[in-house]
């Protein structure tokens, strides 16, 4: 059993906002929001009756800028912060499912400017008597989140309001995951699904963080993390009984403990998961995401008006200008406008005019301006939407 009420927070309201859990076998875990308002006592104060107000408690209130804490319901049973996900009632998924209210915006990430103090540490020590993973399964809080609802049913940990299936809010926005969990001091648990490790390994750091768009730490894959092993072995931080690899193992948390301590780094900011500063001066820049991924594609606009017009002087049902009539086809069937059977045949003909003429419509367009040839503006627009970029 884990911590109920936390003895350093407030109480808040009458103290009952929820019941029992409707899965109390499934992983433990947290959901952050954010109330989209400002900080401070005036704000706390109104913020935590105008939730009680509208029944829409958390179980936790917290100012981000004073560590203000205050609870109003007990941790073992549910809150009322979220949306139900069709029938499954989201706010009773889990042994425990704890959420918290940052007094703070989405659009301004807290983590940026937060003074976490003894009341932070108190709120993560009663989330992880929980065993609560010091993991965040469905991943980064930015703008685009997935809400993957398998992992929500079956992984303990943390997760944003924007990670919750069937529901609509995209708080708490871009926040510092690792920065949440490195706040807390110690250690938390191993994550859900991970190995146990050796009997030493019990206090070995196993959480990720992201740094320019690529993760670091247990369990986190990639070519850059087979760099880091290999940058870290050149500069004699190796812990490896094997060289290192393409996943990151408790062998390169240990390595990088190593360079961490090497660099000057003590206690938690030496547990071997990279920050940005002993990760550039490891790598001599901070590697990112950019090398890994597509270029954006570009469509030239006169080849599918060409194509489009079936200018005569093409070849009928010829290949021309064939790869940019795709790019547009595989947008306009991500926009529900055209049916996989003649997306990606490459070629502009009368129901690929017939979808085009569906998005000019939906951008406004109306009469001949909405004729199915596309036209700069139309074609941007689809363009930012869908990642390609338009050579007019
Ligand atoms: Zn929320």
Known sequence: MGEIWIKEAERLGDGSIGGTMDTPSAPPRVVWHTTESGAGNAAFDAVGSYLTKVVSEPHILYDPTTDRLGQYGPLNQSARALKNDGSTRTNRTGRVCIQIEVLARA????????KPGPNFTALMRAIRSWGVPDTWPAGSCAPGASRPRTTWATKGGHY??????????WDPGNIDRAAILKAAGGSGTAPQGGTSGSASGSSIARYKVTINGLEYGYGATGSHVTAVGKALVAKGCSAYAEGPGPTWSDA???SYAL??????????????????????ALMGTVPSKAVAT?????????????AARR???LKQGGTTHAADV?????????????SATYAGDGSFGSTTVAAYRKWQQKCGYTGSAADGIPGKASLEKLGAKRGFKVKA
């Open 107 to 114: 659009d301004k990430p807290f983590t940026n400017y937060w």
């Open 160 to 169: 944003g309001h924007c990670h919750i299936p069937g529901n609509d809010h």
């Open 252 to 254: 390169d948390t240990k």
């Open 259 to 280: 360079w961490q301590k090497k660099l000057g780094y003590s206690g938690s900011d030496a547990d071997g998961v990279p920050g940005e500063s002993s990760l550039k």
């Open 294 to 306: 597509p270029a954006t594609p570009t469509v030239d606009l006169s080849n599918l008006i060409a």
């Open 311 to 313: 200018d005569p002087g």
């Open 326 to 338: 795709r790019i547009v086809e595989a947008a306009l069937k991500a926009e529900g406008l055209l």
